[in-house]
């Protein structure tokens, strides 16, 4: 069974940084596409960030200029790096791997930003 794991929330003042890694497991094959989301009380879940497995990256619009997503196909790991955080980033933020033979996510990290 694939294994999924996040690291790296926590709580930031307004305009600090954090570092999202995850973290699959190595019976993990044909990797997509790699992602991260997040869902904040009350709202959907929501893509925050997606990269291929040749490197092609996409952002949400809040996001864009403020977070860069980064991938590790060799060690089956993606990374968000978020800067300039606003409370309104405040989330659960969910890792996530697209293959060809399943979907996986992990167990989700909480990111809170005070104002």
């Known amino acids: 069974q694939v294994q999924v794991v996040e690291s790296g929330g926590g709580l930031v003042q307004a305009g600090g940084s954090l570092r999202l890694s995850c973290a699959a497991s190595?019976?993990?094959?044909?990797?997509?596409?790699m992602g991260w989301y997040r869902q904040a009380p009350g709202k959907q879940r929501e893509l925050v960030a997606s990269?291929?497995?040749?490197?092609?990256?996409t952002y949400v619009d809040s996001v864009k200029g403020r977070f860069t997503i980064s991938g590790d196909n060799n060690k089956n790991m993606v990374h968000l790096q978020m800067d300039s955080l606003k409370p309104e980033d405040t989330a659960v933020y969910y890792c996530?791997?697209?293959?060809?033979?399943?979907?996986?996510w992990g167990q989700g990290t909480q990111v809170t930003v005070s104002s």
């Open positions: 190595n019976n993990i094959f044909r990797i997509n596409t």
């Open positions: 990269i291929t497995y040749g490197g092609r990256t």
């Open positions: 996530n791997f697209w293959t060809s033979v399943g979907n996986y």
